[in-house]
């Protein structure tokens, strides 16, 4: 079923590895191991491991960003590079004489500080590949033929910006949208049970953790930048949001929430619209197993849970999860204008099913 789609994306790993030169090879690649740096992501404008477009020429970042259009779909694309060049309303927003704890040889907002990594040998059973920097972090497994793009995190900084006159930038608006279109058709008796607290967490609960276990909380400073951080860091990332007074149900690695048979049609319309943004990821040949996979899950076994304000520029959180599904979404930090958003799957991130499938009959 994905056989054209895996012999794509090899091929255009191939064909970015050829552009190499070997000092760039010894940056770019990692041997591929079930665990360590390939399970590694990140969402901070920080060393997402690998070769930077920084040290690419121009024909290598452009062998770079053909691996990552085959990788995803063309909607998902669009959209990760729209992503990338709000770097520059960054630049241009943020007084760096506030940011001095950024190392100043490095211009931090920078739509070519992304990371390309390889893992293994394109052709082979097993590799996958790895394409991060701030707000895009794509992980590709392949094996045994098969193609898994778990996690897949993009977010916004500004998830909203002004464009000329009346136009708006909004890279993430469906996913904001959808999210309280649904909760706001709740009914007060099914809104009790959807929204967790009225104080959204101040990032993504379960953010960057390559594995997910009970007892969550959210990440610290240290955990989401690579390079060990000094105290201003952890101060700027913060958003100053109090601790959300249901720390039990917001920070639970299980599904909470409201149960999806307690929907009604047009609510569940809008939940199966919303599951769509996230699947619609992927490919088209993939997207369709997808989905086809999420619509088996029983209805009383996928939950929506919100916390934060209902209005437009509230601090707000949201998740969608079940046994193998959990898409988690925040809109916390700069006054509710910076959208974090990821699609994982506890049971097959980083191709972790498939790797058990191979070496099961391998070995």
Do not use: C
């Not at 041997?31 to 020429?57: C, K, Q, W």
């Not at 590799?127 to 094996?143: D, E, K, L, N, P």
Request: negative net charge; hydrophobic residues 40%; charged residues 20%.
């Amino acid at each position: 079923m994905t056989s054209s789609l895996v012999s794509s994306v090899t091929g255009a790993a191939q064909n970015f590895l050829d552009t190499l030169e070997p000092a760039q090879l010894e940056i770019a690649r990692f041997a591929f191991a079930v665990e360590g740096e390939r399970t590694n992501f990140f969402y901070t404008p920080t060393d997402h491991g690998g070769l930077s477009f920084i040290d690419m020429t121009p024909a290598q970042h452009r062998a770079a960003l053909q691996l990552l259009a085959t990788s995803i779909s063309a909607g998902a694309y669009n959209t990760a590079v729209t992503v990338m060049g709000l770097e520059n309303i960054l630049a241009r927003q943020e007084s760096f004489e506030d940011f001095a704890w950024f190392d100043p040889a490095i211009r931090t907002r920078d739509p070519n500080r992304y990371f390309v990594a390889i893992f293994g040998t394109p052709e082979s059973e097993s590799w996958g590949w790895r394409f991060g920097g701030h707000h895009v972090s794509v992980s590709v497994t392949i094996s045994g033929g098969q193609f898994r793009l778990h996690p897949s995190f993009l977010g916004a900084n500004p998830a909203k910006s002004a464009g000329v006159g009346t136009n708006q930038f909004r890279p993430l608006a469906a996913e904001e949208d959808l999210g309280r279109e649904l909760v706001r058709l709740l009914s007060p008796e099914q809104r009790s049970a959807a929204v967790l607290s009225d104080v959204a967490p101040a990032d993504l609960v379960t953010g960057n953790r390559a594995h997910l276990v009970e007892g969550l909380r959210p990440p610290s400073p240290a955990e989401i930048w690579r390079e060990s951080e000094p105290g201003e860091r952890a101060a700027a990332q913060s958003n100053g949001s109090e601790a959300p007074p249901n720390p039990a149900a917001v920070y639970s690695a299980a599904p909470s929430g409201i149960r999806a048979d307690t929907l009604n049609a047009d609510q569940r319309d809008v939940l199966s619209a919303l599951l769509r943004q996230y699947i619609d990821r992927v490919p088209g040949e993939v997207a369709a197993a997808e989905l086809a996979r999420v619509e088996a899950i029983p209805l009383p076994d996928l939950a929506f849970a919100w916390a934060g304000g209902l209005e437009v520029d509230q601090k707000h959180y949201y998740r969608i999860q079940s046994p193998g599904l959990l898409i988690e979404y925040d809109n916390t930090q700069n006054d509710a204008n910076h959208i974090h958003t990821i699609w994982r799957d506890p049971e097959r991130d980083f191709g972790r099913d498939l790797l058990a499938e191979h070496y099961a009959v391998a070995h």
